[in-house]
C-alpha cells in the first residue's frame, strides 16, 4: 500500500482518498513458505512427509500519512507506539493463532473477525488478534492530517436526514464516546436493515460488522490511545479528533461503497 | 514517588488525583441524581442510573483498596505475607510465587479493563484468585467475596510506564504489594 512517504498536498490527499479506494485490505499475504518447503524436497526428504504446509498470514499496514502527521493532535511517539506496538503486536498474535490453525486459512479479515467472534462468544485469543487487527486499520484511515471541518454533499445530506443536523450527530458521537463504561470503541455506522446511519460504542474489541452493518468511521476509546497525549482528558481528546482528525474524506468513500450494498433512497428514475 | 521503581510517581498522582477523583465526583453526582429520582418516584431513572453508580462507585471502592494494597519498600511493600494468611496461601496455592504465577496470568489474560483480586469467600473460609471486568467490585463475582488485594490493570494504571506490556507491570508491583493489610482483612473475616 505504501503512502508513507510522501508530505500530503492538496493533490496528495486527494491522491490518498483513491488510495483507499484501491486498497482491499481483506486480500492475505500468501506466505513466503512455499519457497522453503520447495527447498525442503530438493534436498533430501523423506517421501512420507507432509505436503509443503501454505499458511496466509498477514502484513502490517501503514497509516496512509506519515507518523508525525498528526501532530499537534496525536503526536507521533503516540502513533510510534500504538501502531508501531499495539497494532503491531495484534497483528504478530492474529499471524501466530493462524499458524496453528488450519480451519481460518483463506479467510478474508472480515470474514476472520465474524468467524472468530462466534456469535457473542468470542474466542478470546482470535478476538483479541483479528478484531483489534481490523478496527486498528479502520482506525488509521478513519483520521487525515488536516482533517476535522465537516463531509459534504450526500454524506451530509444522510447525516442531516438521520440525525437532524450535523451538530445533533457530533453531540451524539461526543457523548457515545465519553460514556463508555471501560475499554471499546465508538462507530458512525449504516445500519443494513434500517438504512440508515448511527453512532454505536462497542466494549472492548467489538465491531459493528459481525451485526453485519457497514461501518463510516470509527474512533480508539482505550486508554492507550488517548493517554500519552492526553492523560486522562477524554474530553479534549474527543472534541480534539471531531475537530481536527476525522477524515471525511474517507467517510465519504467508505460511503460510496456502502451504497453499493445498501440502497437508501428512491432511484431517481426519470418520468415517461 | 515513594513506589519507584515499580510504579512511577507520574502514574501514582495521576492515578490518585485524576483517575480515582473523577470516580469519586461522578458517583456523588449519580448519587445526587438517584436521590432526586427516587424522591420523585422516578423509577426508570432509578434503574438508569445504576450502571454509573456501579461504574463510578466501584472505581471509588475498588481504588480505595488499592491503595491500602500498596506500600513503599522501606514500609514493608513486598515483604511476604506470614501468619494465617501465609499459611492459608501456602496450603491453597502450594507456595507465595504459585499465587504471584497465577493472579500474573489472570490479569494479563483479561481483555480490556478490569481488575485481577485475591479474596476470601467468608462463608466457605477459602482463599479466590478472580478477575472483574471494569470497575465491577469483588462482590459482583460472589455475595460472600471479601477482596483482601487488588491490582488495577486498566491501561491508566501502568501505561506511561509499561506502555503495552501489562505482563511487566505485573511482574513488577509485587515489590510493593502491601501483605500486612491483606493479611489484617483476612484475619478479621476468618478469625
Known amino acids: 500500500m505504501g503512502g508513507g512517504a510522501r508530505k500530503p498536498t492538496e493533490k496528495g490527499k486527494k491522491e490518498m482518498a483513491c488510495q483507499l479506494l484501491l486498497t482491499d485490505f481483506t486480500l492475505p499475504l500468501k506466505s513466503l513458505k512455499l519457497s522453503h518447503s520447495g527447498l525442503r524436497l530438493k534436498g533430501r526428504s523423506i517421501g512420507l512427509q507432509k505436503a509443503s504446509t501454505t499458511v496466509a498470514y498477514y502484513g502490517l499496514k501503514t497509516p496512509p500519512y506519515n507518523l508525525d ?50 456469535n457473542g462468544n468470542p474466542l478470546p485469543e482470535f478476538n483479541n488478534a483479528a478484531a483489534e487487527v481490523w ?19 450526500g454524506l451530509l445530506e444522510q447525516i442531516e ?65 488517548y493517554y500519552l497525549d492526553y492523560k486522562n482528558d477524554k474530553a479534549r481528546y474527543v472534541s480534539t479528533f471531531m475537530n481536527h482528525l476525522v477524515s471525511w474524506n474517507a467517510a465519504m468513500i ?15 428514475m426519470p418520468i415517461a | 514517588g515513594a513506589l519507584e521503581p515499580a510504579i512511577s510517581g507520574e502514574i501514582m498522582q495521576l492515578h490518585h488525583q485524576k483517575h480515582h477523583q473523577t ?18 418516584g422516578d423509577s426508570s431513572t432509578v434503574v438508569k442510573l445504576q ?11 475498588n481504588h480505595s483498596i488499592f491503595w491500602k494494597n500498596l506500600a513503599p519498600i522501606r514500609e514493608g511493600g513486598g515483604e511476604p505475607p506470614k501468619a494465617s494468611l501465609g499459611w492459608a496461601i501456602d496450603t491453597h496455592f502450594g507456595s507465595l510465587e504459585s499465587l504471584i504465577q497465577k493472579m500474573n496470568a489472570e490479569g494479563a489474560a483479561l481483555q480490556g479493563s478490569g481488575w485481577v483480586w485475591l479474596g476470601v469467600n467468608k462463608e466457605l473460609k477459602k482463599l ?15 455475595p460472600h467475596l471479601v477482596p483482601l488485594l487488588g491490582i488495577d490493570v486498566w491501561e491508566h494504571a501502568y501505561y506511561l510506564q509499561y506502555k503495552n506490556v501489562r505482563p511487566d507491570y505485573l511482574k513488577n508491583i509485587w515489590k510493593v504489594i502491601n501483605w500486612k493489610y491483606a493479611s489484617e482483612v483476612y484475619e478479621k473475616e476468618c478469625a
Open chain 1, 135 to 153: 478496527n486498528h486499520d479502520f482506525f488509521w484511515e478513519s483520521m487525515q492530517p488536516g482533517g476535522g471541518d465537516m463531509p459534504n454533499l
Open chain 2, 23 to 40: 470516580y469519586i465526583t461522578n458517583y456523588n453526582k449519580a448519587l445526587e441524581q438517584l436521590h432526586e429520582a427516587i424522591q420523585k
Open chain 1, 254 to 268: 467508505h460511503m460510496a461503497r456502502a451504497e453499493a450494498f445498501v440502497n437508501l433512497g428512491e432511484p431517481k
Open chain 2, 51 to 61: 450502571s454509573a453508580i456501579k461504574f463510578n462507585g466501584g472505581g471509588h471502592v
Open chain 1, 69 to 118: 502527521d498528526l501532530e499537534p493532535y496525536m503526536s507521533k511517539r503516540a502513533l510510534e507506539v500504538h501502531w508501531g506496538v499495539h497494532h503491531r503486536d495484534f497483528v504478530d498474535n492474529l499471524n501466530k493463532q493462524l499458524g496453528k490453525s488450519d480451519i481460518l486459512y483463506g479467510y478474508t479479515m472480515d470474514e476472520l473477525v465474524k468467524a472468530t467472534y462466534n
Open chain 1, 161 to 225: 436526514k438521520d440525525f437532524g443536523s450535523f451538530t445533533n450527530f457530533r453531540e451524539m458521537f461526543v457523548e457515545a464516546a465519553l460514556s463508555l463504561f471501560g475499554s471499546g470503541w465508538v462507530w458512525l455506522v449504516l445500519k443494513r436493515q434500517e438504512k440508515r446511519l448511527v453512532v454505536v460504542k462497542t466494549s472492548n474489541s467489538i465491531n459493528p460488522i459481525v451485526w453485519d452493518d457497514i461501518p463510516i468511521l470509527n474512533l480508539d476509546m482505550w486508554e492507550h490511545s
Open chain 2, 128 to 142: 479466590v484468585i478472580e478477575t472483574t471486568p471494569n470497575q465491577d467490585p469483588l462482590v459482583t463475582k460472589g
